[in-house]
């Protein structure tokens, strides 16, 4: 009787020893260690976002990511990293433009959105949205209310529109004045200016509402509603949150590049 007692405690330690790791985890998905010069933030990747996953979980092994820059920062907002340029960067350098030769489609999920902490990647505008090879960012966003809340909302509804104005066939041709205009800053915006005044009337695509769970998350932990489906999440930072707001405080100067580095100092699969 008394080895079937402690064979059963043994039996219920070790399942309260398992419940306890796996609800600090989830087995199922990768979990990343990013050490910094600030700590180490741990980052669970998203399988709902499977190219986004796998593209990520392939550069880290290849260690691109070691020894790179958060080389924008902006407070209330996020910190953005992965420039390959940045890696032997001089102080003062401007970056942000570096990237691999390719890109990964868009995988927008309703239910993966930018609350504090939230991995995403960073993009240029796009007819598919695709997002940038290597570059990502980690939000720290701010609390809103439901005003503001309303405000994310329209904001995500004129990139919503512009994008699908765009993606009009009868829009091909300004679409592709507007690409080869991008070396000439003035021709540039003058047709942006002018696509933006045109997206005022369109309204032919489906306006998105920042859900009630979602905005309930926004007004507690907070984060950045307006990049809600227009820049792909694949995961979230799980522990060193207060990393984040760490580095978000670091002075800039007029290109939100830290004037003291913020390194990278090596990312790791766990």
């Known amino acids: 009787m008394m080895k079937t007692n402690i064979r059963i405690a043994i039996t219920i330690l070790v399942c309260l020893f398992l419940l ?15 050490t910094t010069n600030y700590g180490t933030m ?17 550069l880290v092994n290849d260690k691109a990511y070691d020894s790179l820059l958060f080389h ?51 993009r240029v505008e796009s007819l598919g949205r695709v997002s940038s090879a290597m570059q990502f960012f980690i939000v720290q966003g701010k609390v809103y209310n ?25 829009n091909e041709a300004l679409w592709t004045a507007f690409k080869k ?7 540039f915006m003058i047709l942006n200016d002018s696509i933006n005044n045109m997206v005022k ?8 509402r920042i859900p009630q769970t979602q905005r309930e998350v926004y007004k507690t932990i907070g984060g950045t509603p307006h990049l809600d489906q227009n820049y792909t999440v694949f995961g979230q930072v799980i ?3 207060d990393i984040i707001d760490s580095m978000a405080k670091v002075k800039t100067d ?8 913020v390194i990278i100092k090596s990312v790791r699969i766990r």
């Open 72 to 122: 924008r920062v902006i407070e209330t907002f996020m910190i953005q990293g992965g420039d390959p340029d940045s890696k032997n960067a001089k102080l003062g350098d401007f970056l942000g433009e570096g990237d691999l030769e390719y890109s990964v489609n868009a995988e927008f999920k309703p239910d993966l959105f930018h609350k504090k902490g939230a991995l995403s990647t960073a």
């Open 20 to 34: 306890s790791y796996s609800s600090k985890y989830d087995q199922d998905k990768t979990i990343v260690e990013m």
């Open 254 to 261: 007029k290109w939100d590049r830290p004037v003291k580095n």
């Open 146 to 170: 439901d005003s503001l809340l309303e405000v994310a909302d329209s904001r995500i509804n004129k990139m919503l529109a512009r994008h699908y104005f765009l993606n009009q066939p009868e």
């Open 239 to 241: 522990e060193g949150l």
């Open 42 to 58: 741990v980052i669970e990747l998203h399988n709902e976002t499977p190219l986004h996953r796998d593209n990520f979980i392939k």
């Open 181 to 187: 205009a991008e070396d000439d800053e003035n021709q």
């Open 201 to 208: 009337y369109f309204t032919d695509f489906k306006t998105y």
